[in-house]
């Protein structure tokens, strides 16, 4: 399926065309050029078991160990609908404002090659599950104007074996784990106009189907999949008048918009220069910031469509439809709306756990009777910081909100200090099941309150390092962050910072 979107070209790749900068954003562009994109997200579903078998669709686990006969196409193996995949595939065009069909049907698309062992990909071509739809575009996102980008089609399908290159020199190594694990593919209708609009628009379909429980949505371990088609046309024609060249297997939200920027430069430059645009498949080479030839369309495979035979057209009720339509959690634009106005919180906050699964269920949770902009600034920081270190999501970390909670609350009274409350969250994220009370206890930890060993402390220090407070007498302020970090390191971080600062103060303008 071959749907085009809009972008605009890039300044960086079109220097020589004129800018129209006196318009709104969304309508500058380079005259006399526009652009036509379209996208396809091949999203990974969360499913325990494949679309077609009983086999685990764990694709990561040791290499052939999740494989079912028809999985490996075997001969005589069939296929066995998972009713999960339906139900989640539901979830997603449902969560996208669309219609779920109440048929749908299954086909093959013939290819050969050693990722697919059946010889063919099962998939709905004809009848998808899902049409219809769309997803608001606004100031939320990052723009500053709205756009509203249809969702043409919704359908299911199975996945590819993984090849693996270079584990031995001389040969390609096939790991069935993936094969078969159940795909929705989600194309888009032709209402894009920038690249920038593309990256949002995958950004929150991320964050829909994360919130939805439809799949985790990982670029980086190809959980989704970008393909995106690009043409070209001239101000005073069509939008869909450009020849249409495709741009597989984007990985990432900077190789989307790179791509399509420079797809658009290079199929301007060609058009300036008295050539045409060849219908061709083509990936991009992020090293080189072009997109490279990968087959044209006279090579192009005739995939031979057909229904598949050995699986019935699916009948879905109203009565289903509404049931799957009710079990759907709250949308992020209303736990957006709902959160930013009930905690006081600022929008990017919120929209930053948004982004994260289960994350504003935590924050809830912990900010029962506690100060929620103090909740959300250590979940958006601390934790936030330490999931990345570890390449972690919240769901898979064993910190728990109870001790979360602890921690929260033994800062609060003052019975840690931030930098031990730093210590214990690290502890309880590298797995310790304790409380925070219990690890303040075992640490034999507690905030120094006696502020004369604070200002005993400050007067040897500044004995010690009479230059240092020279140049604080002089001017160079930041010369009390050096005296704070040698008192907190003798105090072993049981002082608090601000007694510390105001010590060190009161004690340099006595000796000024």
Same mark, same amino acid.
């Given at each position: 399926?071959?749907?085009?979107?809009?972008?605009?070209?890039?300044? !960086?790749?079109?220097?020589?065309?004129?800018?129209?900068?006196?318009?709104?954003?969304?309508?500058? +562009?380079?005259?006399?050029?526009?652009?036509?994109?379209?996208?396809?997200?091949?999203?990974?579903?969360?499913?325990?078991?494949?679309?077609?078998?009983?086999?685990?669709?764990?694709?990561?686990?040791?290499?052939?160990?999740?494989?079912?006969?028809?999985?490996?196409?075997?001969?005589?193996?069939?296929?066995?609908?998972?009713?999960?995949?339906?139900?989640?595939?539901? !979830?997603?065009?449902?969560?996208?404002?669309?219609?779920?069909?109440?048929?749908?049907?299954?086909?093959?698309?013939?290819?050969?090659?050693?990722?697919?062992?059946?010889?063919?990909?099962?998939?709905?071509?004809?009848?998808?599950?899902?049409?219809?739809?769309?997803?608001?575009?606004?100031?939320?996102?990052?723009?500053?104007?709205?756009?509203?980008?249809?969702?043409?089609?919704?359908?299911?399908?199975?996945?590819?074996?993984?090849?693996?290159?270079?584990?031995?020199?001389?040969?390609?190594?096939?790991?069935?784990?993936?094969?078969?694990?159940?795909?929705?593919?989600?194309?888009?209708?032709?209402?894009?106009?920038?690249?920038?609009?593309?990256?949002?628009?995958?950004?929150?379909?991320?964050?829909?189907?994360?919130?939805?429980?439809?799949?985790?949505?990982?670029?980086?371990?190809?959980?989704?999949?970008?393909?995106?088609?690009?043409?070209? +046309? !001239?101000?005073?024609?069509?939008?869909?008048?450009?020849?249409?060249?495709?741009?597989?297997?984007?990985?990432?939200?900077?190789?989307?918009?790179?791509?399509?920027?420079?797809?658009?430069?290079?199929?301007?430059?060609?058009?300036?220069?008295?050539?045409?645009?060849?219908?061709?498949?083509?990936?991009?080479?992020?090293?080189?910031?072009?997109?490279?030839?990968?087959?044209?369309?006279?090579?192009?495979?005739?995939?031979?469509?057909?229904?598949?035979?050995?699986?019935?057209?699916?009948?879905?009720?109203?009565?289903?439809?509404?049931?799957?339509?009710?079990?759907?959690?709250?949308?992020?634009?209303?736990?957006?709306?709902?959160?930013?106005?009930?905690?006081?919180?600022?929008?990017?906050?919120?929209?930053?756990?948004?982004?994260?699964?289960?994350?504003?269920?935590?924050?809830?949770?912990?900010?029962?009777?506690?100060?929620?902009?103090?909740?959300?600034?250590?979940?958006?920081?601390?934790?936030?910081?330490?999931?990345?270190? !570890?390449?972690?999501?919240?769901?898979?970390?064993?910190?728990?909100?109870?001790?979360?909670?602890?921690?929260?609350?033994?800062?609060?009274?003052?019975?840690?200090?931030?930098?031990?409350?730093?210590?214990?969250?690290?502890?309880?994220?590298?797995?310790?099941?304790?409380?925070?009370?219990?690890?303040?206890?075992?640490?034999?930890?507690?905030?120094?309150?006696?502020?004369?060993?604070?200002?005993?402390?400050?007067?040897?220090?500044?004995?010690?390092?009479?230059?240092?407070?020279?140049?604080?007498?002089?001017?160079?302020?930041?010369?009390?962050?050096?005296?704070?970090?040698?008192?907190?390191?003798?105090?072993?971080?049981?002082?608090?910072?601000?007694?510390?600062?105001?010590?060190?103060?009161?004690?340099?303008?006595?000796?000024?």
């Amino acid at each position: 399926m071959h749907i085009l979107w809009s972008v605009r070209a890039s300044a !960086r790749h079109c220097a020589n065309y004129k800018f129209t900068a006196n318009v709104p954003l969304h309508r500058r +562009y380079y005259k006399p050029w526009g652009a036509t994109i379209g996208l396809e997200l091949h999203v990974q579903l969360a499913a325990a078991q494949k679309l077609f078998s009983a086999a685990s669709a764990k694709w990561d686990d040791p290499p052939n160990t999740n494989v079912d006969f028809i999985d490996a196409g075997l001969p005589g193996s069939m296929p066995r609908l998972n009713p999960e995949c339906v139900s989640l595939a539901a !979830r997603a065009i449902l969560c996208l404002n669309g219609q779920v069909q109440p048929m749908s049907s299954f086909d093959r698309k013939h290819y050969f090659y050693s990722d697919q062992p059946l010889g063919y990909q099962i998939t709905q071509q004809r009848h998808p599950i899902g049409r219809g739809g769309f997803i608001e575009l606004g100031q939320t996102d990052g723009l500053d104007y709205t756009k509203r980008v249809r969702i043409h089609q919704l359908q299911l399908e199975q996945d590819t074996a993984k090849s693996v290159h270079g584990a031995y020199p001389g040969y390609i190594l096939t790991d069935l784990n993936r094969a078969g694990v159940a795909l929705v593919e989600i194309v888009s209708e032709p209402d894009m106009e920038t690249a920038t609009e593309a990256v949002h628009f995958v950004r929150k379909m991320q964050s829909l189907l994360r919130h939805t429980g439809v799949s985790s949505c990982n670029m980086e371990d190809g959980s989704l999949r970008c393909d995106v088609n690009v043409s070209v +046309y !001239r101000d005073n024609e069509g939008r869909l008048s450009g020849t249409r060249c495709e741009l597989k297997n984007l990985n990432s939200l900077r190789t989307i918009r790179g791509a399509i920027e420079a797809e658009v430069s290079r199929q301007i430059e060609l058009i300036s220069a008295g050539h045409r645009v060849k219908q061709e498949t083509r990936g991009f080479d992020a090293h080189s910031g072009k997109t490279v030839l990968s087959r044209s369309k006279e090579t192009a495979p005739d995939y031979r469509y057909m229904p598949e035979p050995d699986l019935p057209a699916v009948h879905i009720s109203e009565d289903w439809i509404e049931h799957i339509r009710s079990s759907l959690p709250e949308l992020p634009e209303a736990t957006l709306s709902r959160v930013t106005r009930q905690y006081g919180l600022l929008s990017e906050d919120v929209t930053t756990m948004l982004g994260e699964p289960g994350c504003i269920s935590f924050f809830e949770h912990a900010a029962r009777g506690r100060d929620p902009k103090r909740v959300a600034a250590w979940i958006t920081s601390e934790i936030f910081g330490q999931l990345s270190y !570890r390449a972690q999501r919240l769901s898979d970390s064993t910190l728990t909100v109870q001790q979360f909670s602890g921690l929260l609350d033994a800062l609060a009274s003052n019975a840690v200090t931030s930098a031990q409350a730093k210590l214990l969250l690290i502890e309880f994220m590298d797995g310790d099941k304790r409380t925070a009370d219990e690890l303040i206890q075992a640490h034999g930890w507690e905030v120094m309150n006696d502020l004369g060993r604070l200002q005993d402390l400050a007067t040897q220090l500044l004995e010690k390092h009479p230059k240092e407070a020279a140049e604080y007498k002089a001017g160079h302020k930041r010369r009390l962050n050096f005296f704070v970090a040698k008192i907190m390191a003798a105090t072993k971080g049981q002082a608090r910072p601000q007694d510390v600062s105001r010590v060190l103060k009161e004690c340099l303008d006595v000796k000024q």
